[in-house]
């Protein structure tokens, strides 16, 4: 069965800093990966999405994730971070197996908290 | 173009109570999912259908059902309802089944119940 990690429940960052949100999965084969974001009270919206080739991956709003197969992970960087950026970010897995269909398995989410 | 809309927004119910919560996806999607997302449980799948078919269900119990027309709307049912099913249910929809694309969710509905 796939999984995946989102270590830290809440990350604070200043405005104009760099902001990293950490994702480790676990999958048999190879992953299809996505990040959302959800803003209070709105459903989740797409950032980005990693299926195959270049390992860093660039996607809306100015982020972009780097999958690193050795260590398992996807994590969402953002090179300065905006306090619009404040939300919730989801790292989603999904097994490539037809009989799994568009299934994710979502990490327990992550609260970016930018400050001014 | 249309997003996915998901009706009511927000709804109140007592224990024992059913529900139904309404999807339309993004015209020209056929797989419609859903999603239970709570504060302790995080995001957890329920269901998919296209093309009128559940194709994949979660480890949920036979309380909740759902069905999806020929025009791709889906609804979802919970009966008797618990405590426990006070949640953010989330409907999603992409283009066809098993395929690299993303999935598009809708703004959700609130469930509380009493």
């Known amino acids: 069965a796939q999984s995946v990690a989102q270590p830290e429940d809440q990350v604070n960052v200043a405005e104009g800093n760099p902001l990293t949100v950490k994702c480790t999965y676990s999958v048999s084969g190879n992953p299809y990966l996505f990040w959302y974001v959800q803003y209070p009270n709105r459903g989740l919206q797409f950032l980005l999405k990693?299926?195959?080739?270049?390992?860093l991956v660039k996607g809306s709003y100015g982020f972009e994730a780097e999958f690193n197969k050795s260590q398992t992970s996807f994590h969402l960087k953002k090179p300065s971070a905006l306090v619009s950026d404040s939300a919730l970010y989801f790292c989603a897995v999904r097994d490539m197996s037809k009989a799994a269909g568009n299934k994710l398995t979502f990490g327990g989410g992550t609260r970016v908290l930018v400050k001014p | 173009k249309a997003g996915v809309t998901q009706t009511p927004r927000y709804l109140i119910k007592t224990r024992g109570q059913q529900v139904t919560l309404s999807c339309s996806p993004i015209?020209?999607?056929?797989?419609v999912s859903w999603y239970q997302q709570t504060p302790g449980q995080g995001l957890q799948f329920l269901f998919e259908?296209?093309?009128?078919?559940?194709?994949n269900k979660g480890n949920f119990p036979g309380r909740f059902s759902g069905r999806q027309f020929s025009n791709s709307r889906s609804e979802m049912n919970v009966s008797t309802l618990e405590l426990g099913d006070s949640a953010l249910y989330l409907c999603?929809?992409?283009?066809?089944?098993?395929?690299?694309?993303?999935?598009?969710f809708g703004e959700g509905s609130r469930l509380t119940v009493l």
């Open positions: 015209s020209g999607h056929r797989s």
């Open positions: 999603a929809s992409s283009q066809t089944i098993s395929n690299t694309g993303e999935l598009f």
């Open positions: 990693y299926i195959t080739g270049d390992n």
């Open positions: 259908y296209f093309s009128e078919t559940q194709r």
